[in-house]
């Protein structure tokens, strides 16, 4: 298979004539997750564009901005065996030009919480960024995964607010074989850790069971702590019964209602999600 063209100047990028072209924003180092989305697009479009770059913007200080995995001739590879068009790889230069100033951020309780609270500026990063690459690729549509669930309600927020007019298709975590969510950062996890680390996933079908069981939210979280609390060397940062668009905690199950987790492993930091009560 022949890697695809990459293309690293807004000047360059072709116009999109009559066709569809589908936009799959990504920080690059591809994996299957990745490739579902590349998948889905190419379905679904006459044209798809993975972007790879990996957004200064929505690192905070003491992140891993630099040491975050790259390798753009094996993102070529993966994104041509899955239909891919071409690559956008602009340099941080080109996106963010010296006297750039204005970032678009998205308020209120859905970008305070969680991943909010955790990495303040992240999403402002995020929602600049997205909303960046909309205006230079200008895609009919855009494919997000629910891995990163609060992200996906933010980018569908400012979409909506600032009528980009690019329709947003979420797209369902993507698993290694034995639950784990598929993860750039997985590589990041020592041969001990890496087994452990399906303690998310773990914790999120105790939750689903309970809750099939009977059980109301608050005993449903029980039991997913439970399940964490059985790998002490991870360190949750929350664990959480939520609204699914609101992101916020519930008492009562609601269609949609969705587990999130997220935490940390010595070596990196991990976040999952999942449906655990049916819409
Ligand atoms: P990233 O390169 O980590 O910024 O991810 C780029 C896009 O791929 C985002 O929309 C992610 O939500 C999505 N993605 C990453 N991992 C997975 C996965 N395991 N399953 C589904 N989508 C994913």
């Known amino acids: 298979m022949r890697a695809v063209r990459i293309i690293s100047e807004p000047a360059e990028i072709p116009s999109t004539g009559q066709g569809s072209r589908g936009l799959v924003p990504t920080m690059g ?7 579902e989305l590349i998948r889905r697009a190419a379905a679904e479009n006459d044209e798809v564009v993975v972007s790879v770059f990996v957004n200064p913007l929505q690192f905070g200080p003491g992140e891993d901005y630099q040491t975050y995995p790259r390798d753009l001739e094996r993102d070529a590879r993966m994104a041509a065996e899955a239909g891919a068009s071409w690559i956008y790889h602009p340099s941080p230069e ?3 030009p010296a006297g750039f100033a204005t970032t678009v951020r998205v308020g209120g309780p859905l970008t305070e919480r969680w991943e909010g609270e955790r990495r303040p500026g992240h999403f402002d ?4 960024v997205v909303t960046k690459l909309f205006n230079q690729l200008r895609p009919r549509r855009a494919y997000f995964g629910e891995k990163d ?33 598929r993860s750039s ?3 990041y996890l020592t041969p001990e850790e890496r087994p452990r680390a399906t303690v998310l996933y773990r914790a999120l079908l105790a939750i689903r069971e309970a809750a099939r069981g ?13 399940v964490l609390a059985t790998v002490p060397e991870f360190v949750p940062d929350y ?5 699914p668009e609101t992101l916020e905690p519930i008492t009562d199950w609601v269609p949609g209602a969705r587990a999130i987790v997220a935490g940390r492993f010595p070596t990196v930091r991990l976040i999952d999600n999942m449906e655990v009560w049916d819409r």
Do not use: S
Request: glycine share 8%.
């Open 29 to 35: 180092y591809l994996h299957e997750g990745h490739q």
């Open 94 to 96: 080109t996106m963010y």
């Open 125 to 128: 990063g995020v929602a600049t």
């Open 149 to 181: 669930y609060q992200q996906l309600q933010v980018v569908r927020r400012f979409t909506a607010d600032l009528d980009l007019g690019v329709e947003i298709v979420p797209v369902p975590v993507v698993r290694e074989p034995d639950g784990l969510a």
């Open 185 to 187: 950062r997985n590589v």
């Open 214 to 226: 009977g059980a109301a939210p608050a005993k449903a979280l029980a039991a997913g702590e439970a």
């Open 239 to 243: 664990l959480a019964v939520v609204h």
